[in-house]
């Protein structure tokens, strides 16, 4: 069976199809890996399998990326680079190798010693007992390389099934990675994610595929076959429309399965416009749930008792009312302009995407009162007292 990359838009079940094919390979009498980013995601996949199988099983492991890295592709071949055991990781906000003040790399931390052996201090810290964890994939590739693939064959032995989940936010070193297993892995691969919402990075430096397009393009080059889920079962068509609007032409059509809307929700469906200086009284009145840049953002005109997500952090969320305050990077969108997202603004596009597909019924874009003329969503009107 071939490789698969599944495109999965945003309320299309990707965690239900990842958990039902887990289900059919456990009762053939297999065991299942599933790979995935944030930790909100690993607790979902364990919850929604325990609640469809009825119990939990040893044969459905879930790990997040890093872990994975370091307990399989790392630790048990470790001595083939660093002969110290490595404990654990050490999660890098941004990159341990630039000093935080100049920018400017700091020395010795080149990846090879002057005898071509690998240097620890680019991998490790200086304890040599964690690992960067934007480095592990690359470290993953380098012991992959130098033990003729040993780790992957032996994962192949273990699993006879392994996903990975959230892949639009794998980055160069982890496609190598993929790679050194796609070549021994006995059964298929799956690959799921979104490329639209992207708001993470796994690793650092600049090894391609680092944009949407030249991810796709590199699963098409390892063989993975393209499976796009299009059904959206949280969001009404209204908003699945706009979502796709976001990236327009870039991916297949969203298809709404919501069939019945609750009747407290049918007399505010839809997109709408509300004026910044409107915002208290439209929270007071529908109670949405407020989906901003970062927690500096609209802070002179939200209320204190506002629900606030960050757009990163609302992933995987979903709610019946949403209200969003545009970044400057994305108010050319809400106002309708040609090419809204310019070059280089592909994370303050995604990060769009991500909010307007958080909303199940209702979606208002917050909006400075002197742009709300003749916009593409109607005005909302504050009701008359």
Known sequence: ????????????????????????????????????????????????????????????????????????????????????????????????????KTRRSLPGRKEQLADKSCNPKHYLTSCKTKAHTGFLAKLATRIATKTKNAPAIRLSEVYTRVYFDEVQDLVGWDYSVLKSLGKVMKS????????????????????????????????????????????????????????DAVHLGAYDATKSAVDLVPDEFNHHLGAFIVKQSEVMDYIATFNPMVLRWNVRSGTKFLPP???????????????????????ESQMDFVLGRVAPFAEGSETAQNKMYVAITRARYSLGFIVPDKLVEGLRFPLWAKPAI
């Open 305 to 327: 008792s506002a629900h606030c997500h960050n757009f990163g952090s609302s992933k995987g969320l979903g709610f019946d009312r949403v209200l969003i305050l545009p970044a």
């Open 1 to 100: 069976m071939p490789n698969v990359l599944c495109i999965a838009g945003a309320g299309s079940g990707k965690t239900h199809k990842v958990i039902t094919e887990s289900i059919a390979e456990i009762e053939r009498g297999g065991k299942v890996l599933v790979v995935t980013y944030t930790t909100s995601n690993q607790q979902e996949l364990r919850a929604r399998f325990i609640k469809l199988f009825g119990r939990s099983s040893d044969r459905f492991v879930v790990k997040g990326l890093f872990s994975f890295y370091l307990e399989d592709m790392i630790r048990p071949y470790q001595r083939a680079v660093f002969e110290k055991r490595i404990e654990s990781i050490f999660f890098n906000d941004s990159n341990p190798h630039l000093n935080p």
């Open 188 to 243: 298929s691969i799956t690959c799921v994610g979104d490329f639209r919402q992207t708001v993470y990075e796994t690793s650092f430096g600049h090894k391609a595929p680092e944009t949407a397009a030249q991810k796709i393009a590199e699963f098409r080059v390892l063989g993975f076959i393209e499976e796009p889920l299009t059904l959206n079962r949280r969001c009404i068509q209204t908003i699945c429309d706009i979502a």
